[in-house]
């Protein structure tokens, strides 16, 4: 079975700098393609960011192009989100999920899901 903890969420000024972690236990194969989506309070969950097995193919959200970058360590089996100029409408819970297929934005295509971690971003 799979698991997906995220970690690396938290409290953090506007234009400043956050680091998610996603720590993949389990079959390697179900985890081939990875994205982390995010919910805020009132709204629907929402695609950020996605990444295939070999990392030549990565996707992002309009309103995180160019300031969210996701990355994976295929070795750890660990997907990371490094977020730099952090602003107000990025306070969300951002989870981490995962599937044998890639499927970019599709949030009802990935079978494993992460618990989520929390970043807040103050004005």
């Known amino acids: 079975q799979v698991q997906l903890v995220e970690s690396g969420g938290g409290l953090v000024q506007a234009g400043g700098s956050l680091r998610l972690s996603c720590a993949a236990s389990?079959?390697?194969?179900?985890?081939?393609?990875m994205a982390w989506f995010r919910q805020a309070p009132g709204r629907e969950r929402e695609f950020v960011a996605g990444?295939?097995?070999?990392?030549?193919?990565?996707s992002y959200a309009e309103a995180v192009k160019g300031r969210l970058t996701i990355s994976r360590d295929n070795t750890k089996n660990t997907v990371h989100l490094q977020m730099n100029s952090l602003k107000h409408e990025d306070t969300a819970v951002y989870y981490c999920?995962?599937?044998?297929?890639?499927?970019?934005?599709?949030?009802?295509?990935?079978?494993?899901w992460g618990q989520g971690t929390q970043v807040t971003v103050s004005s």
């Open positions: 999920a995962a599937d044998r297929k890639y499927s970019g934005p599709a949030y009802s295509q990935y079978a494993y």
């Open positions: 990444i295939t097995w070999s990392g030549s193919m990565t």
């Open positions: 389990g079959s390697p194969s179900s985890t081939r393609a």
